[in-house]
């Protein structure tokens, strides 16, 4: 069923479609957009955040290196390791140890032998203790700075080991110095708080072990799977006594670690909290320490949502007043319109004497002109064709009446020519019957001579006279033959 509207209702509803269409697809483009730049800017800000804890961890980490490393070059603790009974927990070497110990009781130097065997000790309790299944002791003992994160043997705490190698002027190994500080000194310098509540930031050792979490049940429990050879080394170096070490959901984190030179940003789904997060891991010191942040993207996402809807509203209520405007805009710029069209309804009424009015000063000024003009044209057109019209229809009507005139004198002749051929068919038809007639009576006679003859023949035949003189002449018929 056709459906007539008016050219501003068109107007209005094809207006409000293309705004609609259009705020609707800038709120998708700006949603997509918000999201993916919004989540870009997160991840750059994060791992911007990852190098500058990363920087910070590792100040601090070399600064106890080389705290530890000065200790080890101390010609008193060198010649204290060169005697071959050195005396345990000599007082010298305890003053000497507890200058590095920066008026902090928790910070423990130590002097171990070449057996790994605690010998000089801020802590009495680690003297007479052997310390040579430990990483960092085998590292040193071996001609190279140690640096590593495990639960004491002794002190049952968390603590970072630096160690140095104490050689002699000939270059021998003649133990090892170790600088223990615990935990918590060093996360509290390196960690900073994040402003979202659902973000967390986690130490992972060159092994994947998380070393520090804000998550306490992520703790001494790998990134990803390990293999078995580790976790034997982690049982008979007594790394993480009393902690059984699982695999936690960060796979893909965990294969990538020994290849990390840089700071890298990951896009992870975490399976077990169901959520799409985004991580950020840079290593330390060479890779003996990572420092990893995560955050949960929905929480950029639900932004950018939040914006696309505040776009919407914005374009919905756009379209509204654009709708409103449009139509008194256009109520107003129509009425010309309703003028020409009540001109052409007039018009089409036969009144060619209506003349359109619009004092616009635009284009539908000039055409309610050229309407005016045209229909004076056609009023004139009008007139002359009646009058065109009368001139013809007198001479039609002439012409008619000579043609009855005309018609009349053939219907007059028509009738005379009838008459004269029924007349001759008349006479024709009484000459064929003579004619018939006249065949038919000369068929007689023929046939009465032929008769005849055979009479005659047989007259001849049968009298004696006329047996002995025959004649040779013929005779005549009776009666002479008649010409069809």
């Known amino acids: 069923m056709k459906i007539n509207w008016s050219l501003k209702k068109k107007t209005v509803y094809f ?3 293309i705004i609609l269409l259009t705020g609707a697809f800038t709120t998708v483009a700006v949603y997509h957009y918000t999201e993916r730049t919004t989540l870009q800017a ?27 490393g000065t ?31 920066r008026g902090n009781a928790d910070i423990i130097a130590s002097i171990l032998n070449q057996d790994g065997l605690a010998i000089a000790s801020l802590d009495p309790a680690f003297v007479g203790n052997s310390y040579s299944f430990r990483n960092f002791f085998q590292e040193s003992i071996h001609g190279s700075s140690g640096i590593e994160m495990a639960i004491g043997i002794t002190s049952k705490k968390p603590s970072y080991y630096f160690s140095q190698p104490i050689k002699n002027t000939q270059g021998k190994t003649l133990g090892v110095a170790v600088l223990i500080i615990p935990q918590t000194l060093i996360a509290t310098d390196y960690f900073m708080k ?27 429990n790998s990134l990803g799977a390990i293999s078995a050879d580790k976790i034997i080394r982690f049982k008979t170096e007594q790394k993480f006594t009393g902690h059984d070490i699982s695999p936690l959901s960060y796979e893909p984190i965990q294969q990538a670690l020994s290849s990390l030179k840089e700071p890298r940003i990951f896009d992870f789904y975490d ?104 229909a004076n ?62 065949t038919q009576a000369k068929k007689i006679m023929q046939e009465q001579e032929v008769e005849i003859a055979k009479l005659k023949a047989e007259l001849t035949a049968n009298n004696p006279l006329t047996k002995s003189k025959p004649t040779k002449t013929a005779q005549k018929p009776m009666f002479p033959p008649i010409d069809g």
Do not use: C, W
């Open 42 to 68: 997160e991840k750059n800000k994060l791992m911007l955040k990852s190098f500058k804890q990363a920087e910070t961890f590792q100040t601090a980490l070399n600064d106890y290196q080389y705290s530890i």
């Open 271 to 374: 399976a077990l909290d169901q959520e799409q997060e985004i991580i950020s891991v840079a290593p330390v010191m060479r890779n003996k320490f990572y420092i990893i942040n995560e955050e949960v993207a929905d929480s950029y996402t639900n932004m950018a949502t939040r914006i696309a809807l505040i776009m919407s509203l914005f374009v919905m209520l756009s379209t509204l007043l654009s709708g409103v405007a449009t139509y008194f805009a256009l109520r107003y710029l129509l009425q010309p319109l309703s003028a020409l069209e009540k001109g052409t309804n007039e018009l089409s009424k036969g009144n060619l004497k209506y003349a359109v009015k619009i004092d616009s000063g635009d284009e539908l000024e000039h055409l309610a002109l050229r309407f005016n003009a045209m």
């Open 194 to 220: 994040g402003d979202n509540p659902d973000s967390n930031q986690i130490i992972a050792d060159q092994d994947g072990i998380v070393i520090a979490s804000n998550k306490p049940k992520q703790l001494y």
């Open 377 to 438: 044209n056609l009023r004139i057109a009008k007139s002359n064709i009646e009058a065109k019209v009368k001139e013809r229809t007198q001479e039609l009507e002439k012409a008619f009446r000579e043609i009855e005139n005309d018609n009349r004198q053939l219907l007059a002749y028509n009738e005379k020519i009838d008459k004269t051929t029924r007349e001759e068919q008349n006479a024709l038809q009484k000459l064929a019957q003579a004619n018939n007639g006249l």
């Open 71 to 101: 200790i080890a070059q101390l010609p008193a603790i060198i010649n204290y390791l060169d005697n071959p009974k050195p005396k345990l927990q000599s007082q010298d070497i305890l003053t000497y140890l507890s200058a590095f110990n």
């Open 15 to 17: 207006l409000t479609f």
